[in-house]
C-alpha cells in the first residue's frame, strides 16, 4: 500500500506541476501504519486463566481437549486442527504440510520457521488415545478443512462461544490465540533463551528475514534434548498457573 501510494502522489505532484490539473490532491497526504496494526489479541490474565481452566469441565472431550492442548503448546489454532495421527511420533507433533490423497498440498504451516516438532506431554499423548482409540485419520475429528482453507474454524468458533458465555470472557481481544500468548509469557518466565522460544513457538522475525534466513542456514538447530528440556520447563510452569 504504500508503495502504491508514493507512485500515486509522485504521479497527482506531476500532474499538478504540469499544471494538467488545478492542484495535488495528495500533497499532504500521508500513508502511516499504525504500530499494533493486526495486532487484535491479547494474554489471558492470571484471574482470566484460572476461570477458563476451572470451567474446561464443561466442554465435551475433544474441546477440553483442544484447548488444553493450545494452552500447554503454544501451538497455533490451525497447526493443532490440521494434525493427523501420521504426525504423532512418540513425544513429538510434526507441523508440516498437509498433503491429499492427490498427492496436493492443501495446507501449509505459516512460514518456514513454523515446520518443527512440538513437544507432547504424555498425559496431552494419553489423552489422544482416549479420544481417537483407532488412531488414524484427524486426531480432532470435528476438525475439517473448510473453503477458506482452514481446519480449524467450526472448532474455533465453539471453544469462543464457550469462553463468553460460560467464563464471562467477552472481551473481543481474547481468542483462541490469546493462548499462544500466554504460552510466550510463560517461556519468558522460566528465562527461556529467545532462540529456542522462536524455534519452539515457530517465530519468524518479520524485522529481519534475512539475517535469520541466513543464520538458520548454519547448522540443523535445537537438538531434540534441548528443545525437550524448555519445553518441559515451560509445561510444568503452565500447569502450576492453570491450577492456582
Known amino acids: 500500500i504504500r508503495t502504491k501510494t508514493s507512485m500515486l502522489k509522485a504521479l497527482t505532484k506531476a500532474l499538478a506541476t504540469q499544471k494538467l490539473i488545478n492542484a495535488d490532491p495528495l500533497g499532504n497526504f500521508n500513508y502511516e501504519v499504525a504500530a499494533t496494526a493486526g495486532i487484535t489479541w491479547r494474554s489471558l490474565t492470571d484471574d482470566e486463566l484460572k476461570t477458563l481452566s476451572s470451567n474446561l469441565p464443561l466442554l465435551s472431550q475433544e474441546d ?43 495446507w501449509q504451516p505459516k512460514n518456514p520457521g513454523s515446520q518443527r516438532k512440538v513437544y507432547l506431554p504424555k498425559d496431552v499423548t494419553d489423552r489422544f488415545e482416549e479420544l481417537s482409540k483407532e488412531k488414524e ?17 467450526n472448532i474455533s468458533e465453539r471453544i469462543r462461544s464457550f469462553m463468553r458465555r460460560k467464563c464471562g470472557l467477552k472481551d473481543k481481544d481474547v481468542v483462541l490465540h490469546s493462548f499462544r500468548n500466554n504460552y510466550i509469557d510463560i517461556c519468558r518466565s522460566v528465562e527461556m533463551e529467545i532462540g529456542v522460544e522462536m524455534a519452539l513457538v515457530g517465530h519468524v522475525d518479520s524485522n529481519e528475514k534475512k539475517i535469520n ?23 510444568t510452569a503452565m500447569k502450576k498457573k492453570l491450577q492456582k
Open 64 to 106: 477440553q481437549l483442544f484447548t488444553e492442548t493450545l494452552l500447554r503448546t503454544g501451538l497455533r489454532l490451525d497447526e493443532l486442527a490440521s494434525r493427523t495421527w501420521n504426525d504423532v511420533e512418540g513425544q513429538w507433533l510434526l507441523i508440516k504440510p498437509v498433503i491429499d490423497a492427490s498427492g496436493k498440498k492443501v
Open 213 to 235: 534466513k541466513v543464520h538458520r542456514d548454519y547448522g540443523s538447530g535445537y537438538p531434540d534434548e534441548v528443545i525437550l528440556k524448555w519445553s518441559k520447563k515451560a509445561d
Open 137 to 153: 485419520g484427524q486426531i480432532f475429528k470435528s476438525c475439517k478443512l473448510g473453503n477458506d482453507g482452514k481446519y480449524g474454524k
